[in-house]
C-alpha cells in the first residue's frame, strides 16, 4: 500500500523505543507528560456529569456545533477573563479535543508544505511532528531560563519569513522555562512588525507554585496595538481537571478561527458535547479554585522534594533550574569531572537501575542537545522521587 | 494573513447559508442528518459513566492510548463480531472521536495532493470536503438503488488508479440504497483485483426496518480472498447510543492502522476516555440491543409515514424508493407535467411554507444532479412529518 507523502516527513522511533522499556516491573518512571490522576476531583466530575444529564440530556447527548457547546465557551471566556484577559469572549473561542487538536488545526489551517514555523529548542515533541505531517520546515530558536532569546527569535523571523512562531511561554514543555515580562512584550511586537502569527500554547500556565507568572500574551496583547491580530492562544483544561475529557480550546483572530472551525467540521465534527457539557457544569459549579489550588500544593512539594535529592545525588553532575510551576524539570548533564554526558546512555542505565525518564534530544527541532533530558516530578509521591533521585544517581556511577 | 493552500480545495457556502434559514419560528426541519435527541437511553449512558467513575476513574479521567481505551476496543470487537464480522480483535482496531475522524485519518494517512478517490455520486458531504482538504481529486461513481454501479466502478478505477475507494454500502447518506450481496462481493474482487483500498463507512447498517442488510463488507471479506488486505471499514455508536460521545473506529490493514495511530496522535492525542469508558460500560452492561430495537421501529414508522405523506401530498412530481433503513429519504423531482424540477428552487420555497431539506446538488462531487433532495425523517414525530409534506407539497404548487 502506498502511502501519503507527508509521512515521510515524520520520525516518531525516539521515544516509543524508550517507552517500550517503562513496561519492566518495579520501575519509578518520571518520563509521563501527564498530570497525576490521583489528584483528579472524581466526585465533583461525577456531580457536573449528572447536572448536564438532569438538566440539558439532548444536548450533552446530541450532536453539537463545530464551535463548540455554547454553556462552555461562555464559562472558559469568564476563566479567561478571570486572568486578565480582556475582550475575548464566547464566540472568540472554539472549543477544541484536547489542544492537541488545536495545535492540528492551526497546522491544517496555516500551513502549506515548504512553509516555515519557528519553535522554542526545545519545545513540545508533538507540535513539531503536528507541524512537519503538514509539509512545515520546523526551526528552532534558542531559549534560556527567561524563554525564548528574542534578539535570535528576530533574527530568525527576518530571515526565514515564517508563518508561525510556537511558543509556550510560561512552565515549557519540556524546558519548565517561563518568559519574562519584558521579552512577552517584544514577541507581541515582533508579531506586529513581522505581520507573523504568534501561536501561545499555555497548557501550564494555571500550575504556578508561589508567585503567578506573568500575564499571558493574550492578557498582554491589549497593551500592544495590533498584536491581537496577529495571536493565537491554546488553552486547555487536561492538566488540573482531567485530560480525559480532552477539553481544550483556540483563541484566534476571527478569520483564523472560522477556518479552524471549518477544518475542524471535516476532522471530527465537534468535540464531544458530553465532555464539553461536563466540563461546563464543573466551572459553573465553582470547583475549580479549590481544585487547582490542591494540585498546585502537591506539585510544588514534589518539585521541590526533586530539586533537592537531584542535587543531593546526582551533584555537580546535573545544572538545573528550579522550576515554579509546571510538570517539568529540565536537566543537563554538565559533564564535570569527567563524568556522564549523554543522556541516552544515562537513559538506558536508568531503566537498568528501575528509573525512567526522557532524553532531551527530540525535543529539539535542530541542533538536538544531547547532554539534556526531562524529568516530570508530578506523579510521584516525595518518598517515590527520593528513591528515583538515588537510583539515577546510581545510573550515573554505574560503570557503561 | 495568508493562509494554508489546502483551503482553496473546499467550499461549504451551499449548505451554510441554508442552515442559516433553519432559525426562523416554526419551521418544520428535515434538513438534519443526526438521531432523534429523544431516544437516547438517557439513564442507561448516566449508569455507564457511573459504572465507569467507580471502577476505573483513573483511566476514564487520564491520558489514554491512541489506539483506544482497551476495555471499550473489546467491546466494539464483540459488537462487531455478533454481526458476522470473523478475525477482527480489539488489537485490530482503532477509536476513533466520531466516525468523522476515521475519514480524517484515512485522509491524512493517504492521500498526497492530486491523488484521486473514487466515491458515490452522491455521497456524504463531509467525506468530499474531509479528502479534498488533503488535496484529493474526488471522482464520483454512478448508483442506482442498488448501490453502486460496479461495472461503472471498474472502469473507473482503471482509469484512474485512484487511491482509495469511499463506499457507503448499507442505508447511505443521503441516498438511503443499499448496495446487493452480489455487487458487494464484486466490490471486493475489485479491490484486490486494482490493489486498491476500498473504505467502507458503516454508520447505518444496523439501523434496518425489517429484514437485515447484506453483510458488511468487512464481514464479507473472509469470503472473498485477498480482500481484507485492501479494506478499512470505519463504525460509528453516533447513530444509535450518542453522537454526542463521539465514538467512533476504524478497522484497518496493519500497515495503515499503526499510521492512522501516528497521525491521530499529532490530530488529539486520544478521543476522550471519559467518553471511552462510558461507551465501554454501556456495551458490557448490554442495553445495545434493546435500545437498537427500540430506535429501529420508531424510524420504521417515521420513515413508512414520511413515503406515504410523501406520496399523497406531492404525487408524480417525485420519485423515490422507500427506505429500507437509516435516515433519509432520497428525492427525485420528476418533472412531469411540466412541474417543478429544481430542488435549489423548491428548497428556498419551502423556507417560506415553513418546512426544510437538504437540495441534492451539494452531494455530487462531479456532475450534480439538481433534480435531487434529501429529507430525514428521524428527527420528526409522524404528525409533524404528515404537516412537514403538506407544507412541502404547498411549496411545489405555490408560484415562483
Not at 1 to 9: D, P
Not at 90 to 99: E, F, K, Q, Y
Not at 346 to 351: T, W
Request: net charge negative; aromatic share 8%.
Amino acid at each position: 500500500m502506498q502511502f501519503a507523502e507527508r509521512l515521510n516527513q515524520v520520525e516518531t522511533s525516539a521515544i516509543r523505543e524508550l517507552f517500550k522499556l517503562l513496561g519492566k516491573p518495579g520501575i519509578i518512571s518520571f518520563a509521563g507528560g501527564f498530570p497525576d490522576s490521583a489528584l483528579f476531583d472524581v466526585e465533583g466530575i461525577r456531580a457536573a456529569t449528572e447536572a448536564a444529564l438532569d438538566e440539558e440530556p439532548g444536548a450533552a447527548l446530541q450532536y453539537g456545533a463545530t464551535e463548540g457547546h455554547q454553556p462552555l465557551r461562555e464559562e472558559l471566556a469568564r476563566l479567561m477573563a478571570a486572568k486578565g484577559v480582556r475582550d475575548v469572549a464566547a464566540g472568540d473561542l472554539l472549543v477544541t479535543t484536547g489542544s492537541q487538536q488545536a495545535l492540528d488545526l492551526l497546522g491544517k489551517t496555516m500551513i502549506s508544505p515548504g512553509d516555515k514555523v519557528i519553535v522554542e529548542g526545545p519545545t513540545f515533541l508533538a507540535t513539531i511532528q503536528c507541524f512537519r505531517l503538514y509539509g512545515a520546515e520546523v526551526i528552532s530558536a534558542p531559549i534560556d531560563e527567561q524563554g525564548v532569546d528574542v534578539e535570535a527569535l528576530e533574527k530568525l523571523m527576518a530571515e526565514h519569513q515564517p508563518k508561525m512562531v510556537y511558543l509556550i511561554p510560561t512552565f515549557g514543555n519540556p524546558s519548565g522555562a517561563t518568559l519574562s515580562l519584558e521579552r512577552r512584550r517584544k514577541v507581541l511586537e515582533l508579531a506586529v512588525k513581522y505581520q507573523t502569527l504568534v501561536v501561545e500554547d499555555d497548557p501550564y500556565g494555571d500550575l504556578y507554585f508561589d508567585a503567578a507568572p506573568p500575564p499571558s500574551l493574550l492578557a498582554l496583547s491589549s497593551e500592544v496595538p495590533g498584536s491581537r491580530a496577529w495571536l493565537a492562544h491554546c488553552g486547555s483544561l487536561s492538566k488540573v481537571l482531567s485530560p480525559g475529557l480532552r477539553v481544550g480550546w483556540l483563541v484566534a483572530p476571527t478569520a483564523l478561527r472560522e477556518r479552524a472551525v471549518m477544518c475542524k467540521q471535516f476532522s471530527d465534527a465537534h468535540t464531544s458535547t458530553y465532555a464539553q457539557a461536563t466540563a461546563a457544569q464543573y466551572l459553573k459549579a465553582g470547583g475549580m479554585p479549590a481544585t487547582l489550588a490542591r494540585v498546585r500544593a502537591v506539585y510544588a512539594e514534589r518539585a521541590r522534594a526533586m530539586g533537592e535529592a537531584l542535587r543531593r545525588e546526582l551533584g555537580d553532575a546535573v545544572s538545573f533550574v528550579a522550576p515554579q510551576g509546571g510538570l517539568f524539570l529540565w536537566v543537563r548533564l554538565t559533564g564535570a569531572r569527567g563524568q556522564l554526558q549523554d543522556a541516552n546512555v544515562l537513559a538506558k542505565r536508568a531503566i537498568e537501575q528501575g528509573v525512567a525518564f526522557v532524553p532531551g534530544a527530540p525535543f529539539f527541532a535542530q541542533n538536538p542537545d544531547a547532554s539534556t533530558f526531562r524529568l516530570s516530578f508530578a506523579t510521584a509521591d516525595v518518598a517515590k522521587i527520593e528513591e528515583g533521585m538515588a537510583r539515577l544517581g546510581q545510573a550515573l556511577r554505574a560503570q557503561a
